[in-house]
């Protein structure tokens, strides 16, 4: 799954938290960045395919394979192995939390009370991103280390392409504006943003189902992807969509 529909399922999710508390404006758009910050960082490890990390990394820690191997393996620093696992997840949130806790001055109670609400934004922004990678090929991996240290991988499910899963986009980013608006109005805003991310879960989960496809095997999978877009979103939308993609400078 591409980074930007990472960072806003993220944000998407941290929504339900912000709108459970009382805290301030200015608290619940901070609980908005966790998720979105949770939503992207677990792909931190794919620093291993920086063109300089051989001559930087790999030669500070003498490592014996080149950066776009380590990528590819399956040691704890590899992509989809530490950061792709629910002790990654705690650990960044524990870290997070202690960093925050330090910046304000060694754990005054208002930052003990904010504090709890920004972790669990992470940690389901965190956990966001991993559910939606397990459901995308299995690559050299076999899906990701959700249960490390354990060595058995999960997912890898070929249910989407890596990208240009332009439906699921756009069922993130609805349900991630109806709880702005919800948290906005005020009313009732805690039960029914939940309520939102059920529901784009459930259509999530159907339009995944619908795709009726392997993307771990067969040939010219990003063309199958594209073409099953138009089919599900109509010529029109589809089109707006790809000229969207080809604005947006990263992968999407």
């Not at 805290?23 to 960082?41: E, P, T, Y």
Request: glycine share 10%; no cysteine.
């Amino acid at each position: 799954m591409d980074i930007i529909t990472h960072g806003l399922t993220g944000i998407g999710l941290s929504t339900t938290v912000a709108a459970a508390t009382p805290s301030s404006w200015k608290s619940k758009l901070w609980m908005g960045v966790a998720g979105g910050f949770g939503g992207i960082l677990p792909d931190v490890d794919v620093i291993s395919k920086w063109g300089s990390f051989d001559a930087t990394f790999g030669k500070w820690f003498n490592l014996q394979q080149s950066g776009n191997d380590i990528f590819w393996d399956t040691h704890w620093y590899s992509h989809h192995v530490f950061t792709h696992s629910v002790i990654g997840a705690l650990f960044f949130a524990m870290m997070g939390a202690v960093l925050y806790l330090a910046y304000g001055k060694l754990m005054k109670l208002s930052n003990l009370k904010r504090v709890k609400w920004y972790a669990l934004a992470f940690f389901m922004g965190y956990m966001g991103h991993l559910f939606e990678d397990m459901i995308t090929p299995g690559g050299s991996w076999d899906g990701i280390a959700f249960f490390w240290p354990s060595a058995h991988f999960t997912g890898g499910w070929g249910k989407v392409w890596w990208w240009n899963n332009y439906d699921l986009f756009l069922i993130v980013i609805s349900a991630l504006a109806i709880n702005m608006a919800l948290i906005m109005a005020r009313y009732k805003a805690a039960l029914f943003t939940k309520i939102t991310v059920v529901a784009a879960v459930i259509a999530f989960i159907i339009q995944i189902e619908r795709r009726n496809y392997d993307f771990n095997h067969g040939s010219n999978k990003e063309t199958v992807s594209k073409e099953l877009q138009q089919k599900y979103l109509g010529k029109n939308i589809y089109m707006i969509m790809r000229k969207v993609d080809g604005i947006i400078p990263v992968a999407f």
